[in-house]
């Protein structure tokens, strides 16, 4: 464990972004039942997708996300397979939650921006638009019922994208290439800390309270609350300052570019930003940071 105090404790709140965050997915999903690991290998070559391809931009990320990670996983395939396919496997699961998450992510803020335009328009909104609003005010930790001018820049800072080369090289770090216990026992691949319930770590740090790492229905909401954290707490003010400041200029928003911000991020501090970095530029992600998410249907992977 390396979470800083200092990071957002979801705590009570995990049940319910769960939920908040589960609402969203789409209705058109199917969902695909995969026996073990080597058939997961088939279908992701079956299907004709291509990590290399999505780099670069010659195929878009296809969407598809995996409902549970097994203890299999953990306890018998990773620890076997030579680590290039160890790897391999570990990014064809966990880019595309990025990118779903992302895609989730933008929608919130088109919705956020069609709701804008009509306060601002002194137009009524409707109950719906009303509690929706309230509750993402909530979420990025902002003041619920003033919207004013100075809301409204400043939600508009902070319900923005990732980008995926930092979420998957910070995925490989916390989870261990999705091998850490939490990862297996509650989907958490990110290992931020609760006081109000989750997973109690073995080697718990009286010192640090009695905390425990949250723990998720799927991936998918471990990534979805890990970017409601950077986008939230007070600690990475710095991360969304940079981050505006790349869209002001009309540049690109990159992993490398926003990496050295997150210095808070654990007590390594230093260290952490330049293992992240290495984990970036050893398996080649920042060319991630340009591709797309596939149009269609969403699939639902069970591992078994």
Do not use: C
């Amino acid at each position: 464990m390396n979470r800083m105090s200092v990071a957002k404790h979801l705590g009570g709140g995990i049940v319910a972004s769960a939920l908040l965050f589960g609402a969203v997915l789409p209705l058109r999903a199917e969902t695909i039942t995969i026996q073990n690991f080597d058939d997961f290998a088939s279908f992701f070559k079956r299907s004709g997708y291509s990590i290399p391809k999505w780099k670069s931009g010659a195929q878009d990320v296809p969407p598809y996300t995996i409902l549970d990670i097994p203890e299999e996983w953990r306890k018998k395939v990773a620890p076997d397979m030579p680590v290039a396919e160890k790897k391999k496997t570990f990014f064809r699961l966990s880019i595309p939650l990025a990118f779903v998450a992302n895609h989730h992510l933008r929608e919130d803020r088109k919705k956020m921006t069609a709701i804008e335009k009509d306060h601002t328009a002194w137009q009524d909104l409707s109950s719906h638009d009303k509690k929706w609003l309230a509750t993402q005010a909530e979420e990025y930790g902002l003041a619920k019922g003033e919207y004013d001018a100075a809301f409204w820049r400043e939600i508009k800072k902070r319900m923005d994208i990732v980008p995926p080369s930092l979420i998957v090289a910070q995925m490989v770090d916390e989870s261990g290439w999705g091998t850490s216990r939490f990862a297996a026992e509650g989907n958490a691949l990110f290992g931020q800390w609760s006081y109000k319930g989750g997973i109690k770590p073995k080697d718990q740090r009286k010192s640090k309270g009695n905390y425990s790492v949250a723990a998720f229905k799927t991936p998918l909401d471990s990534v979805r609350a890990y970017m409601l954290n950077l986008n939230s707490h007070d600690a990475y003010a710095g991360f969304r300052d940079r981050r505006a400041s790349l869209r002001a200029d009309g540049k690109a928003v990159t992993g490398p570019e926003l990496v050295g911000t997150l210095i808070k991020y654990s007590e390594r501090g230093e260290a952490y930003v330049r293992n992240i970095e290495g984990i970036m530029s050893s398996n080649n992600l920042p060319p991630l940071d340009h591709a797309r998410l596939a149009d269609g249907k969403v699939m639902y992977l069970v591992l078994k």
